[in-house]
């Protein structure tokens, strides 16, 4: 069973020798090895747990494709996919955090003592919490619906100009049991599971506590705010002024602002306000054929309504290409 296979690898069993298990086995100046089947049963019982996942350069910290985080923060990926990245090939796996895996929240610590001090000192039941040893630091895992989790990266705390800890939200990734870790150590759970199901859930004051005692590492870093300014500065007579739905799906942030994706294709870009409500937005387009088609028209009115902000231009044009490659996709 994978199940137990991924298990046992993450208790400390190491594969040492690629011929027993078959296919190449990525070695590290450390000497570990990764095996495409330890890989893939991981990657595997991820996915089984309703855990989105996505395939990391060996020997690196990025996904193969630059566009896989947002991909698989909407959309869980195949098991043909699973196959052909860890199975079949070399790939370590990212776990993809947010919504998309259950509103997983991760908090990254420089240094185990540190997370070690932070769990003894919440005042929360840890146990439960899987922890998993990076390199040097540790990785703490949580589901909330607090707002940092809405934040694809924030830093709590640094000190002497080195970031102490730091969360990954929607739109963030971070390296799982068992990859490798660049300088060939093994990422290694140490306690708690790894399962959308099985994570502790918090409301938002018991994610405070923890936030609170995170900030306390370090010299406090303010955790980011959802913007509360009206988006009226590029409204047009094309202004969608509406609440955001809950099923709309969240996209990527840019500076102050969000794009994000309303069922059926209809695209819009907008700050949202404290309690979740949209500003006026630009609708850009009501299905793919259309906004393609219409392209140039819809650049040259979101040109006007953004002016010379360049965070709200890089969102559009992070969204084009995205568009663009789904599309090149449908046509194949």
Not at 15 to 26: D, M, Q, V
Not at 72 to 77: A, L, N, R, V, Y
Request: charged share 20%; proline share 6%.
């Amino acid at each position: 069973m994978c199940h137990m296979n991924f298990f046992i690898a993450l208790g400390g069993g190491r594969w040492k020798n690629a011929k027993n298990h078959g296919g190449h086995a990525p070695h590290t100046d450390k000497g570990e090895t990764t095996m495409p089947q330890e890989m893939y049963d991981a990657a595997l019982y991820y996915w089984n747990t309703g855990i989105s996942v996505l395939p990391i350069r060996p020997g690196t910290k990025q996904p193969y494709e630059r566009d896989m985080v947002r991909r698989f923060s909407h959309s869980h990926p195949t098991t043909a996919q699973l196959r052909e990245w860890f199975r079949e090939g070399d790939a370590q796996i990212g776990i993809v955090c947010g919504p998309i895996s259950g509103d997983l929240l991760v908090f990254d610590f420089e240094h185990r003592a540190a997370a070690a001090s932070w769990l003894a000192a919440t005042g929360l039941d840890t146990e439960r919490f899987p922890v998993v040893h990076t390199a040097h630091g540790t990785h703490v895992y949580v589901c909330t619906g607090h707002q940092l989790m809405h934040q694809t990266r924030a830093t709590l705390a640094a000190l002497d100009g080195v970031i102490q800890v730091e969360t990954r939200g929607a739109g963030g990734y971070v390296l799982a049991p068992p990859s490798l870790h660049p300088s060939g150590a093994r990422y290694e759970l140490v306690s708690g599971v790894i399962s959308r199901y099985q994570i502790p859930i918090l409301d938002d004051a018991e994610a405070e506590q923890l936030i609170s005692q995170a900030q306390q590492l370090g010299t406090p870093v303010a955790v980011p705010v959802v913007p509360t300014h009206p988006a009226t500065p590029y409204a047009t007579a094309d202004a969608w002024p509406l609440g955001i739905p809950k099923h709309a799906q969240h996209v990527r942030q840019i500076g102050d602002y969000w794009l994000w994706e309303f069922g059926g294709g209809v695209l819009c870009l907008g700050a949202v306000g404290p309690t979740g409500e949209i500003g006026p937005s630009i609708r850009l387009g009501h299905s793919l054929g259309a906004f393609l088609e219409d392209l140039d028209q819809h650049r040259e009115r979101l040109r006007q309504a953004i002016a010379e902000e360049q965070a709200r231009e890089a969102a559009y044009q992070y969204y084009v290409e995205g568009l663009r490659e789904r599309w090149d996709e449908d046509e194949d």
